[in-house]
């Protein structure tokens, strides 16, 4: 148990570390206005990237070399490559990486091959990988294309009042599956040398593989069997000579490809449609010099790519996350005590403001008739505003005020059109998702397809509650329509012990942290049991060096919820909850703030190679499963989450704790 300074040196101390830590914001901060650190992810990335080069036959000098570095850098001693820092081996990322070191001109006798090939094998080999990583292997003649589910391209021609149509997916699901569309049908396939295949990676031979697909635990009579069923129906389809709509359905999808690209050459933000779109251009006889590939490829080797320190190693990264970064950044040093008029805001609102989107993305097709705005993640990404990145910047914007009349009109202009959007962008049952309205059909998540990710986007309670919390800051009480339904929603999936279940943040300990300040902003009750449920539940799962820590496994196993080696990003979330409850003098408020002051680096920041970031937690349907299975359940992903993906967002570590002890200090300062 640690030892706490007296309130007045705890006070002092934390007022040092937050000078340190705004320092260090104020003089990181980009001359256009923005923050932006790196969003590290799992070595597939690298590894696919690897492997889409070499199917296009591009020439990327010395760039796959250094990429081959990077994976190699991120071996485990096991040999494997694992989803997030800590987790153990995962058996599809480790062959992906074994494959790509293999592309590379990596021999298979050096000793870190060896190992990943003992690892693959004693997991079980190629046959036991995930689906898409039998896609990338199918591309190379590595799998066979009888063993990956059919989806048929006239999916593109279906109406959006269907129950099975290309918007029930997700936005970042819909854009993966378009060029999907074209490449499960059409099969590109670029053949091996001998020397690069894989022959050594099944068991019992390449011949003998089961091809079947995988039944993740399926009752006999279930949706999932349905969906298997309704596969052969599709084979049999594709061996139809006649297919009338099949030459439209590939040019509606290729079209829709080529209009979803982004001005930076991606698409939808994220590395997975980009990488895809890439291959099924590429397949329909794009050339490399085309625009579209250009421009494809040339993102990649851009602001995507971030080099090692000492140059040897390149990173692919899996998305970008300025504008994320540089409102939680912004949102922090108001919070700290930085004056409105302090040029870092001036200048970060600025930039804010220009990178609202005008133009209506994919959201509109199923929500039309709303004005469009919002922000999106990325420094490009028109098609897929994001309601949580918006809601946050919209507490930034409201708390700034710009010196100059015509931009300070901007400012309340901006304020007036995102509120509006966010408000249409509610959800039936009062919260909010990521991206779409009402994108919650759960029966989708049963298909072949969808054994990695999530292939939907429903309503989460950390969106839905900085949403509240964005209301709340900007004068809204619980009279409001939207605020009360999202409480409502709120209060409904509060877990019986107090807690909230993370979606975009690991794991309890992020939702508590998110609703606590939003039920605060509104004037509910803080006092009131509900509240001190939550609250009970942070002194309980408090580590005894006075921090949190919650590891990404406690999405699959929920003996392990809010348990994990401290962090400061995650401790700052705690922090948030308990300030937020009034609990700025107790004991573990306290410890947790001797904690960040302990632990902060010289340089303003702190130490945090674990992920707290959540892309995906692996369930499909993207809600938490009402049981969770058992590890001898074919479905289950184990703790090293082989369905999921999660993240290390590098600034995560330097601003939620600015917020924390911005905001420990603030109240001391008011009382």
């Keep these: 148990m640690s030892n706490v300074p007296q309130p007045g040196l705890l006070f002092e101390q934390a007022s040092e570390a937050l000078s340190r830590v705004r320092d260090y914001f104020l003089r990181t901060q980009h001359p256009d206005g923005y923050w932006w650190g790196e969003l590290e992810s799992n070595s597939t990335m690298e590894a696919e990237y690897v492997m889409l080069t070499h199917f296009l036959g591009t020439d990327e000098g010395d760039r796959i070399p250094r990429v081959a570095e990077d994976i190699r850098r991120r071996q485990a001693l096991d040999g494997s490559w694992c989803m997030y820092y800590g987790a153990p081996g995962d058996l599809s990322t480790t062959?992906?990486?074994?494959?790509?070191?293999?592309?590379?001109?990596?021999?298979?006798?050096?000793?870190?091959?060896?190992?990943?090939?003992?690892?693959?094998?004693?997991?079980?080999?190629?046959?036991?990988?995930?689906?898409?990583?039998?896609?990338?292997?199918?591309?190379?003649?590595?799998?066979?294309?009888?063993?990956?589910?059919?989806?048929?391209?006239?999916?593109?021609?279906?109406?959006?009042?269907?129950?099975?149509?290309?918007?029930?997916?997700?936005?970042?699901?819909?854009?993966?599956?378009?060029?999907?569309?074209?490449?499960?049908?059409?099969?590109?396939?670029?053949?091996?040398?001998?020397?690069?295949?894989?022959?050594?990676?099944?068991?019992?031979?390449?011949?003998?593989?089961?091809?079947?697909?995988?039944?993740?635990?399926?009752?006999?009579?279930?949706?999932?069997?349905?969906?298997?069923?309704?596969?052969?129906?599709?084979?049999?389809?594709?061996?139809?000579?006649?297919?009338?709509?099949?030459?439209?359905?590939?040019?509606?999808?290729?079209?829709?490809?080529?209009?979803?690209?982004?001005?930076?050459?991606?698409?939808?933000?994220?590395?997975?449609?980009?990488?895809?779109?890439?291959?099924?251009?590429?397949?329909?006889?794009r050339s490399l010099d085309e625009p579209v590939m250009a421009k494809g490829l040339e993102g990649f080797r851009q602001q995507w790519s971030k080099p090692s320190e000492d140059g040897q190693a390149l990173r692919v990264q899996a998305c970008l996350s300025p504008v994320w970064d540089t409102a939680l950044a912004m949102l922090g040093l108001l919070d700290s005590g930085l004056s409105v008029d302090h040029e870092a805001i001036q200048r970060a609102t600025r930039w804010l403001i220009h990178e609202e989107i005008r133009v209506k993305g994919d959201w509109a097709v199923l929500n039309p008739g709303v004005q469009a705005s919002g922000w999106a993640f990325e420094f490009e990404n028109d098609m897929y505003p994001d309601i949580d990145d918006s809601s946050i910047i919209v507490m930034g914007i409201a708390a700034a005020r710009m010196t100059n009349t015509q931009e300070e009109f901007s400012r309340q202009e901006v304020l007036t059109r995102s509120t509006a959007w966010m408000t249409a962008m509610r959800s039936k049952n009062g919260g909010w998702g990521a991206f779409d309205k009402d994108n919650d059909s759960s029966y989708l998540a049963k298909i072949p397809f969808a054994d990695f990710g999530e292939l939907l986007d429903p309503p989460s309670v950390d969106v839905t509650a900085h949403v509240i919390e964005m209301f709340g800051r900007l004068g809204y009480g619980k009279d409001h329509q939207s605020v009360a339904l999202g409480l409502d929603y709120i209060w409904r999936q509060q877990e019986m012990d107090g807690a909230w279940f993370g979606r975009w943040g690991v794991n309890y300990v992020y939702g508590i942290g998110a609703v606590l300040p939003a039920l605060a902003a509104v004037g509910e009750n803080m006092a009131q049991p509900r509240v001190r449920r939550a609250v009970e539940w942070l002194v309980d799962h408090q580590n005894d060096d006075?921090?949190?820590?919650?590891?990404?496994?406690?999405?699959?196993?929920?003996?392990?919820?809010?348990?994990?080696?401290?962090?400061?990003?995650?401790?700052?979330?705690?922090?948030?909850?308990?300030?937020?409850?009034?609990?700025?003098?107790?004991?573990?408020?306290?410890?947790?703030?001797?904690?960040?002051?302990?632990?902060?680096?010289?340089?303003?920041?702190?130490?945090?190679?674990?992920?707290?970031?959540?892309?995906?937690?692996?369930?499909?349907?993207?809600?938490?499963?009402?049981s969770y299975l058992e590890t001898a359940n074919a479905g289950w992903q184990g703790l090293e989450l082989g369905s999921g993906f999660m993240i290390n967002y590098h600034l995560y570590r330097s601003y939620f704790p600015l917020w924390a002890l911005g905001r420990y200090v603030g109240k001391a300062s008011a009382s």
Aim: aromatic fraction near 12%; hydrophobic fraction near 40%.
């Design 546 to 626: 006075g921090g949190w820590g919650e590891s990404p496994a406690s999405y699959v196993d929920p003996s392990l919820r809010g348990q994990g080696d401290s962090t400061a990003s995650q401790t700052a979330w705690a922090l948030l909850g308990l300030l937020a409850a009034g609990d700025r003098d107790s004991r573990a408020t306290q410890r947790g703030v001797d904690y960040l002051v302990r632990t902060q680096l010289p340089d303003g920041t702190w130490a945090e190679p674990q992920f707290t970031g959540c892309g995906f937690p692996g369930y499909g349907s993207g809600t938490q499963p009402t």
């Design 95 to 285: 062959i992906e990486c074994y494959f790509a070191l293999k592309l590379a001109g990596v021999p298979s006798s050096e000793v870190s091959m060896t190992r990943a090939r003992d690892f693959i094998q004693a997991n079980g080999g190629i046959p036991k990988a995930r689906i898409f990583t039998k896609v990338w292997l199918a591309l190379f003649g590595q799998w066979d294309w009888k063993g990956i589910p059919v989806m048929p391209p006239e999916l593109m021609l279906v109406p959006t009042w269907a129950p099975f149509n290309l918007y029930k997916f997700a936005s970042w699901a819909r854009a993966t599956i378009v060029p999907m569309l074209i490449i499960l049908t059409q099969r590109p396939t670029r053949p091996l040398p001998s020397e690069l295949a894989l022959d050594e990676l099944y068991l019992g031979g390449r011949a003998n593989a089961d091809l079947s697909l995988p039944n993740r635990g399926a009752r006999l009579f279930s949706l999932e069997r349905a969906f298997l069923a309704a596969d052969k129906l599709l084979r049999w389809y594709e061996k139809l000579h006649w297919k009338p709509l099949r030459r439209l359905s590939i040019r509606r999808a290729e079209r829709w490809i080529e209009n979803h690209q982004e001005a930076d050459g991606s698409w939808g933000g994220i590395q997975p449609p980009w990488v895809y779109s890439l291959i099924a251009l590429s397949h329909q006889g």
